[in-house]
């Protein structure tokens, strides 16, 4: 039996996000510590994480050191692939001059890439092969962006896979439209995850969420923070006992309320409440200063002897800036 831990986007930063209260960095390097020493517990051959390692590419030497020195202490290897956030412009192409890319090089991680096949020996059961595919502009533009390129039992993927339609105009795949000969797909990128899956073809799908906290919406201040734990037995009688997953909750990751805030949403909601007021009273008023501007305007073309096309076209432009006011009022 291979055992393995998945972790969602880490997005390891120096600078704490405007929602934190405390101090993301110390925050997020006690969340790592507990997912080592659940690796450590279970024995865990490997440690998934699907991309989003860092936060940016940007990020300062002390930064990218501090990372290092936390993931070799690791009793295991990190298994991972480049998410958007790891590269310059999201750009792929860019991946060589990157902090990740000196992870993989100093052997801290082992970076899949697309057609890339890794054999992950347990020592105690046949091989587990896992293979990957980090972010690219092609991503979620067609289902087949997440098969694998083999029949692998691992495929780890950066992409906004989702159970359902998003109500908003943003490049998704539904897990149901997936097409893949990989046994289990591991999924990040969209911070809420979708937990663990299991299609009614027998193939799996897990995406615990991100490790990370970093917006407060009220999505993100209800959510459980937690890793996945995937069991994989290549010579189990049966599919049905071949594979195991199940949800670990990151118990050092503190209540919502009391590393999150909310004060900026607020502000902004507010800012929008004033300016939608502003709106309404020029609505009000607009009407009777229009026709006193008009007045104002024909009196100073008189008294300037501007030409008639000249106070025309003024007329026409305070005209035009009313109806776009008015049309705001209506959105």
């Not at 295991?76 to 000196?102: E, K, Q």
């Not at 109500?167 to 990040?188: F, M, N, Q, S, W």
């Not at 201040?221 to 670990?248: F, G, S, Y």
Request: aromatic share 6%.
């Amino acid at each position: 039996m291979a055992k393995f831990v998945i972790v969602g986007d880490i997005q390891f930063r120096g600078v704490n996000p405007i929602a934190r209260k405390d101090n993301f960095m110390d925050a997020i390097i006690e969340k790592i510590d507990e997912v080592h020493q659940i690796a450590k517990r279970i024995g865990a051959a490997a440690i998934l994480t699907p991309g989003d390692l860092f936060d940016s590419p940007m990020v300062s030497y002390s930064v990218l050191l501090k990372l290092m020195t936390i993931l070799q202490k690791a009793p295991c290897s990190w298994v991972t692939i480049p998410g958007n956030h790891d590269l310059f412009g999201s750009n792929i192409d860019t991946y060589a001059r990157t902090p990740m890319a000196v992870l993989e090089q100093a052997g801290v991680i082992c970076v899949l890439r697309d057609g890339q096949i890794t054999d992950l020996s347990t020592g105690v059961s046949s091989s587990v092969i896992t293979t990957g595919r980090g972010f690219d502009w092609e991503m979620d533009t067609h289902p087949g962006t997440y098969a694998a390129p083999t029949n692998s039992d691992i495929h780890m993927v950066h992409g906004m896979l989702v159970t359902s339609p998003l109500p908003y105009e943003i490049k998704h795949t539904l897990i149901k439209d997936v097409k893949t000969t990989a046994r289990v797909t591991i999924c990040g990128h969209e911070h809420l995850g979708f937990g663990i899956i299991k299609r009614d073809d027998g193939k799996w799908f897990i995406n615990p969420g991100a490790l990370c906290r970093e917006s407060a919406s009220e999505a993100e201040m209800q959510r459980q923070v937690q890793v996945a734990i995937l069991e994989i037995e290549k010579n189990a009688p049966t599919m049905d006992e071949a594979i195991k997953a199940e949800l670990v909750p990151i118990t050092c990751a503190r209540p919502a309320e009391e590393v999150l805030s909310r004060e900026h949403i607020e502000a902004q909601a507010l800012r929008k409440e004033k300016m939608d007021y502003f709106l309404e009273l020029l609505g009000r008023e607009g009407e009777g200063r229009f026709l006193e501007v008009r007045e104002i305007i024909e009196s100073i073309a008189e008294h300037e002897a501007l030409p008639k096309a000249v106070r025309d076209e003024a007329l026409r432009r305070i005209s035009a800036a009313r109806e776009e006011l008015a049309g705001r009022r209506g959105m």
